[in-house]
């Protein structure tokens, strides 16, 4: 504001820059030459700025001069100012204490209100809580009436009663029931809702078995008024999924175990055919009143179904998977690939004719997200079926029944395009998780004594191509890895005898010079060149899952700490477990794999786990002497004189009996290594394990008298 009345002087018209540019309130000088620089030059700009300077000082003079009797006379113009400033201050400061006395009465008649509010608000808050506790109470009391659970000990009211007389009190018992069950949670935590709890229990378990029996004899009997009522029921507990697993227990099991049985399947040519037409059959034939209460069926009315139900999808798809897994596992062997591809083939119109049973998209979506329809597309081996269909086409390609001479150029393209593609898969491979392992998925060999190179065992988690449409991470287990190394070593040893075929087909259209075939060998290298890093992850996972087990080490203290056990004789039983994923890649492979990359693995993978094991050792030590060194200290201040500065006893004290353990495990897991063929110095950082325990057994063995 004041910058907008003050008045500059005005200097002559040929100055390069406007005089208000001073008085803006962004005003900068950078900018302001800069604007200048693109009008005039910077000696003219400063001859400028100093003309309207000696202005700018010639009107200050002015200014002062105008006014210089004010400014003379301003000190003869303060005389008796100091006296009427002290009439002042006596009222002012009466002013100030009656402030300050009405703000303290203020301020106390705030803080009494504050208190009768706050204690309003607490009785508030109690009254609640008993209120709802008097609703538990009344809750409890009207279902145990209706019940008759103290009048009717020995005949329940429910079993005299008609059916649907029974679903209506059962839906009645539930409404009361759900209302019990808010005000039993915003009641959580008061003692008188610990004394009503075993009576809210025995409500609870009558309800559930009632309502089980019920639904049971509704379905048995067809009623779908009984069916109708006891689902409403199940909705209003929350119960839904009780109710969809009950179906899928007693109703849906059953059937499926009568008609997913492998020997009838297998008897019959179309057998699988067969079983998948009875299992559709079953939806129709024993869900039609469960769909048309719940809204899945075309003729359902749209004003007494009862929603959030989904038995297809949570009661029998689940069964008929379980049933396929558990009943037909040959289903999935991928060891035939004309069987494989049939059985996929006829199994997934299975799956897209079950999907068109489900009415709806919103339940199709469900049944693909879930878990159990994963669990079906993961179970198809394609990966195998892959490899086995890559060399069968590498062998038809050159074969008399399909060999051509005017298409040898094709057919040779063809066979690189298959290497290479198979070599893009294995790499494919190399970007997925590994999975743990399950004895489920390698239990069952796909098959034995076959030629084929590509024929690998276990159970692929990769999802077929299958109508689902979210997929989860697909992964795959280190024992998968080490069937796929099996394959490329197969694969390489092959390929020679491949082009041993090929040359007389290429001889045929007169084609002599084979040592510029060079495509071939280069594929051979980049089939190789996948094996190295299969193997690292191989190593990587032998590796973590054995020291998965040798970290179990730091209990080793905890286990002798102030518990008086026994001297250690023997070595810990973590050393067996951690050796144990060693013992199956020897003899669970041997037949499948050159011994010599085998013992490579297991030396790779002893190096890596026995470092950190090396590592976890030392630090066990280290925490054991300072732990030690503390209690002499402690002792000494104390000035006792007990020899077992760790222990309880005359005997070798706890500190002793940890390092001696330690040394146990380790002199153990060298005699193992020895057994499984190798060398204990090759192991990286083994030797120094050795000799680290070594000293630590001196030092336990010593301190004994």
Known sequence: MEKSRMNLPKGPDTLCFDKDEFMKEDFDVDHFVSDCRKRVQLEELRDDLELYYKLLKTAMVELINKDYADFVNLSTNLVGMDKALNQLSVPLGQLREEVLSLRSSVSEGIRAVDERMSKQEDIRKKKMCVLRLIQVIRSVEKIEKILNSESSKETPALEVRSPLLTGQI???IATEFNQLQFHAVQSKGLPLLDKVRPRIAGITAMLQRSLEGLLLEGLQTSDIDIIRHCLRTYATIDKTRDAEALVGQVLVKPY??????EQIVESRPDGLQTMYKKLLEFVPHHCRLLREVTGGAISSEKGNTVPGYDFLVNSVWPEIVRGLEENLPSLFNPGDPDAFHKKYTISMNFLRTFERQCGSQASVKRLRAHPAYHSFNNKWNLPVYFQIRTWSSLQRCWSDAMFLPSLAHRLWRLTLQILARYSVFVNELLLRPISNESAKDIKNPVVTGSKDPSVTQGNSEDQGSGPSESKPAASISSTQLVYVVADLDRLQEQLPELLETIKPKLETIGFKNFSSISALADSQLSLSACVPPLSSRI??????????????ALEVPRLYRRTNKEVPTTASSYVDSALKPFYQLQSGHKDKLKQALIQQWLEDALSESTQKYCETVSDILHSVRKMEESLKRLKQARKTTSPNPGGSGGGMSDDDKIRLQLALDVEYLGEQIQKL???????????????????????????QP
């Open 170 to 172: 059962l839906e009645r």
């Open 256 to 261: 499926m175990d009568q008609v997913i049985i």
């Open 539 to 552: 190593v990587r996972d032998l590796s973590e899952s054995c020291f998965s087990y040798l970290k179990s």
């Open 677 to 703: 063929g190798l060398q204990s110095k090759d192991i990286k950082s083994f030797p120094a394990l050795t000799a680290l325990v070594a000293a630590a057994k001196d030092q336990a063995t010593a301190e």
